[in-house]
């Protein structure tokens, strides 16, 4: 048996054996992939194994991520810096090996994975942020943005919708250096994909604009090799089918018992007899291990011969260089001058001063790259004057998704990870039901993206109860690590735009209003402690309302008059909960029990706030197709309601 045999049926070992110790995992998927993924460590992928986060290394996305052990092997054994105690302490709470890959913990992973689909979508993301980044910066004499995107996917990943998503927006825009690898193996965990899965996949993805090639033998490394070739001379992006047989080597090969469980003690004994190696657990023979050392110096010197452009492009272009290196970089900094936060001087729906400072800002900031599932008008989302990013034009800065919501968060989650870009996605508020995996996969990584929500409440009107959010606020806010903005007013609305683009490991959502709304005479720029006094009260205090974005205007009009009643304006309740006792006790003190809450949206989440002797003015059923001022009013959502209410109280 050659070197490279054994090397891979080590990588092999190496994975069952972790899940063996942990008595939980998933042996089946490493046993049968392997082989692809050796090929692209070994000949393909190009990364300095002493600077994992080199900007122009190629990017690598475990889509099948409950495939985390053949991961973890190939970092060690390719010297990503996983130990062997390490990969001994697979699954263990608080180790770098965790049941599914897991960015920000684990060096040279480059996205989270697990749940299925959503890792090839990513991939597209990097690999549009590649393109982006190559028309900015490239040079006819030199490439100092030049690397590939790569994904192993398997029949779940294919699946799920949010991958055809995803591959329809990569065909038609011709994501060259985007390689996806599909490890077809016709089984899912409840046995054969025939059961539910019956396309010619090859044949979809053609139809998708993708060039296909196929691995007819999975263990077949010239093969598979071959292949990645041919893929890389293409002009559109390839997805390599590679059949392979789930748990390959193992007694148990083919079935579907492979995938999640531990094969066990005597199956994994005949495993290592099937690939002639020692019996031994987590064992490297020692010239397997010399001949990793020598495909490891083989990598860095790849990198190192890459790192050469990098440095004489520096030289060359040290202005362009400067840029680049700094926008992979976090930096603070004010996008808007303290004046033109007093500059609104007329009604304004929310959603439209979004439109009007994202074009501002991006006047003075190429890197702003983002875009709509086809509502870029409504949501005010399209940089005026801009062209679309398109298969023929790489420079253009407004990013259509088409109708693809859960594909566009996943995208921009990608393009974040790359880094060198500001990114934002937007929708109407009612649809962030289709990317909400992707926002909590967003703030499980403790990625910056902007989520931006418009037409946030009844006020749709027309459009009817299909379209007008109400739960959908509750929903966002439950996710752990996103900060949700519902901004009053022109002022809040640019405060949060500001902070958001400040963000340095949070996902923001912001929820924009479609109708107009009045500026308002105390509102406030600092908005960083999530809420603050808006209208403070006539002699005693008594009352306390809270409200949100539209609501507020109609909080100080349902007020006026009323003795002992103070208003706040709540924009984020994230960040309001984020702050000192102190502060808290002075916006909500303790002894003031009547609190009252109004947002045109669910009561959950409010009584926290008003407490038990507290009243919400909500909406805890569905809407209505109207007028918006006729729906508000249907809904008890007009000045003279609310007062009678806050009096009755």
């Given at each position: 048996?050659?070197?490279?045999?054994?090397?891979?049926?080590?990588?092999?070992?190496?994975?069952?054996?972790?899940?063996?110790?942990?008595?939980?995992?998933?042996?089946?998927?490493?046993?049968g992939a392997a082989p692809m993924a050796y090929v692209l460590f070994k000949n393909h992928i190009t990364r300095d194994s002493k600077n994992l986060d080199w900007t122009n290394r190629d990017r690598f996305i475990l889509s099948a991520g409950h495939g985390s052990a053949l991961l973890y092997s190939l970092f060690h054994t390719f010297g990503y810096g996983l130990t062997m105690d390490d990969l001994k302490n697979f699954r263990q709470l608080g180790s770098l090996t965790p049941g599914h890959p897991e960015y920000g913990h684990t060096?040279?992973?480059?996205?989270?994975?697990?749940?299925?689909?959503?890792?090839?979508?990513?991939?597209?993301?990097?690999?549009?942020?590649?393109?982006?980044?190559?028309?900015?910066?490239?040079?006819?004499?030199?490439?100092?943005?030049?690397?590939?995107?790569?994904?192993?996917?398997?029949?779940?990943?294919?699946?799920?919708?949010?991958?055809?998503?995803?591959?329809?927006?990569?065909?038609?825009?011709?994501?060259?250096?985007?390689?996806?690898?599909?490890?077809?193996?016709?089984?899912?965990?409840?046995g054969s994909t025939d059961l539910a899965f019956s396309e010619d996949v090859r044949k979809r993805y053609e139809a998708l604009g993708w060039d296909t090639f196929l691995v007819e033998d999975g263990n077949d490394l010239d093969a598979i090799n071959k292949a990645i070739e041919e893929a890389k001379k293409t002009d559109k992006p390839s997805l390599i089918e590679v059949k392979t047989k789930i748990g390959f080597g193992s007694p148990l090969a083919g079935s579907e018992k492979t995938h999640g469980s531990p094969l066990g003690e005597e199956n994994t004994k005949e495993t290592k007899k099937y690939f002639g190696l020692s019996d031994?657990?987590?064992?490297?023979?020692?010239?397997?291990?010399?001949?990793?050392?020598?495909?490891?110096?083989?990598?860095?010197?790849?990198?190192?011969?890459?790192?050469?452009?990098?440095?004489?492009?520096?030289?060359?272009?040290?202005?362009?260089?400067?840029?680049?290196?700094?926008?992979?970089?976090?930096?603070?900094?004010?996008?808007?001058?303290k004046e033109y936060y007093d500059s609104f001087d007329k009604d304004m729906a929310t959603r439209s001063v979004f439109g009007e400072v994202l074009n501002k800002i991006a006047k003075d900031n190429d890197l702003i790259f983002g875009g709509s599932a086809d509502l870029g008008p409504s949501n005010k989302s399209l940089l005026k004057g801009e062209e679309y990013f398109s298969a023929d034009n790489r420079l253009g800065r407004n990013l259509t998704f088409g109708v693809r919501e859960n594909a566009m968060g996943a995208i921009t989650n990608g393009m974040?990870?790359?880094?060198?870009?500001?990114?934002?996605?937007?929708?109407?508020?009612?649809?962030?039901?289709?990317?909400?995996?992707?926002?909590?996969?967003?703030?499980?990584?403790?990625?910056?993206?902007?989520?931006?929500?418009?037409?946030?409440?009844?006020g749709v009107g027309e459009d009817g109860p299909t379209?007008?959010?109400?739960?959908?606020?509750?929903?966002?806010?439950?996710?752990?690590?996103?900060?949700?903005?519902?901004?009053?007013?022109?002022?809040?609305?640019?405060?949060?735009?500001?902070?958001?683009?400040?963000?340095?490991?949070?996902?923001?959502?912001?929820?924009?209003?479609?109708?107009?709304?009045?500026?308002?005479?105390?509102?406030?720029?600092?908005?960083?402690?999530?809420?603050?006094?808006?209208?403070?009260?006539?002699?005693?205090?008594?009352?306390?309302?809270?409200?949100?974005?539209?609501?507020?205007?109609?909080?100080?009009?349902?007020?006026?008059?009323?003795?002992?009643?103070?208003?706040?304006?709540?924009?984020?309740?994230?960040?309001?909960?984020?702050?000192?006792?102190?502060?808290?006790?002075?916006?909500?003190?303790?002894?003031?029990?009547?609190?009252?809450?109004?947002?045109a949206a669910s009561s959950f989440g409010w009584h926290k706030y008003v407490g038990l002797d507290g009243m919400t003015i909500s909406i805890d059923g569905f809407g209505a197709s109207g007028k918006g001022e006729e729906v508000f009013e249907r809904f008890g959502f007009t000045a003279e309601r609310i007062r009678e209410k806050i009096q009755k109280y």
């Open positions: 048996m050659n070197i490279d045999n054994r090397a891979v049926n080590t990588i092999r070992m190496l994975s069952v054996d972790q899940v063996e110790k942990a008595n939980s995992g998933h042996p089946g998927m490493p046993l060096k040279g992973v480059d996205a989270t994975t697990g749940p299925l689909g959503q890792g090839i979508a990513m991939a597209v993301g990097m690999a549009i942020a590649e393109e982006k980044l190559a028309a900015l910066y490239n040079k006819d004499d030199l490439k100092l943005v030049d690397h590939y995107t790569y994904t192993i996917v398997g029949d779940g990943c294919l699946m799920e919708g949010i991958s055809n998503e995803a591959s329809s927006l990569a065909g038609t825009l011709k994501l060259k250096k985007l390689i996806a690898f599909y490890d077809s193996n016709s089984i899912s965990i409840e031994k657990s987590f064992y490297i023979e020692e010239d397997v291990k010399e001949y990793f050392d020598k495909l490891i110096e083989e990598n860095t010197k790849r990198a190192e011969e890459k790192l050469k452009i990098e440095k004489e492009y520096a030289e060359k272009y040290p202005e362009d260089y400067k840029k680049y290196k700094e926008s992979f970089e976090y930096h603070k900094r004010e996008y808007l001058e974040v990870l790359h880094g060198g870009l500001k990114t934002y996605a937007s929708t109407f508020l009612v649809f962030s039901d289709y990317l909400k995996p992707t926002i909590r996969l967003s703030a499980l990584m403790n990625l910056p993206n902007l989520f931006v929500f418009t037409h946030d409440s009844i379209h007008q959010p109400i739960d959908q606020l509750a929903m966002l806010r439950s996710i752990p690590g996103v900060v949700v903005m519902r901004p009053a007013d022109g002022r809040e609305t640019a405060a949060s735009i500001n902070l958001a683009l400040n963000s340095k490991n949070t996902p923001v959502a912001l929820a924009l209003s479609r109708q107009n709304l009045p500026q308002l005479e105390n509102s406030m720029a600092d908005i960083k402690k999530g809420a603050y006094i808006i209208k403070e009260e006539e002699g005693e205090l008594e009352k306390i309302i809270i409200a949100t974005g539209s609501e507020v205007s109609l909080a100080i009009e349902a007020a006026k008059g009323l003795k002992g009643v103070r208003i706040v304006s709540m924009p984020s309740m994230e960040l309001f909960d984020a702050q000192s006792s102190d502060y808290k006790e002075k916006i909500l003190p303790r002894n003031v029990r009547k609190r009252i809450s109004i947002e």
